[in-house]
């Protein structure tokens, strides 16, 4: 069975997508419903971030993932190589980054997303 990611809309209705990007089958949406129910019952929270794509470098090794969060509502970049730099105008984070950020505000996470999407290559700095 193909994995799916699964999550709730802001009015409760049931959002899931395949990862292979195919059309969801019957049996994927009966899937999609057990997995919300048992996450529910396990009070397991949704997920809120999805990894698009992997980007590796020539021996295979993670260079960095294309990552769609939900909390920023936009597609980035998480890079593990400093030389990473992607040329679509998403925004890159660096491990180092997502630590700095831990005791933000959402307010102020969305805040800095914003302003990473304005000044490319911008690093948030204690």
Same mark, same amino acid.
């Given at each position: ?5 699964? $999550? ?19 049996? !994927? ?27 590796? !470098? ?18 980035? +970049? ?9 040329? !679509?105008?998403?925004?890159? +984070? +660096? ?7 831990? !005791? ?11 302003? $990473? ?10």
């Amino acid at each position: 069975m193909p994995s799916l990611d699964v $999550k709730r809309s802001e009015d409760g209705r049931l959002i899931a997508r395949r990862h292979d990007g195919k059309s969801l089958t019957a049996a !994927d949406r009966e899937q999609a419903r057990i997995m919300v129910q048992t996450s529910a019952k396990e009070n397991v929270p949704a997920p809120r971030a999805w990894v698009i794509e992997e980007i590796l !470098d020539s021996e295979g090794r993670v260079r960095a993932l294309k990552i769609c969060s939900a909390f920023v509502e936009d597609h980035l +970049y998480l890079a593990f190589d400093p030389s990473f730099e992607p040329r !679509d105008g998403l925004a890159i +984070y +660096y491990p180092e980054e997502i630590e700095r950020m831990r !005791d933000r505000s959402p307010e102020r996470i969305r805040e800095i997303h914003k302003w $990473k999407l304005t000044f490319p290559g911008a690093r948030v700095i204690h």
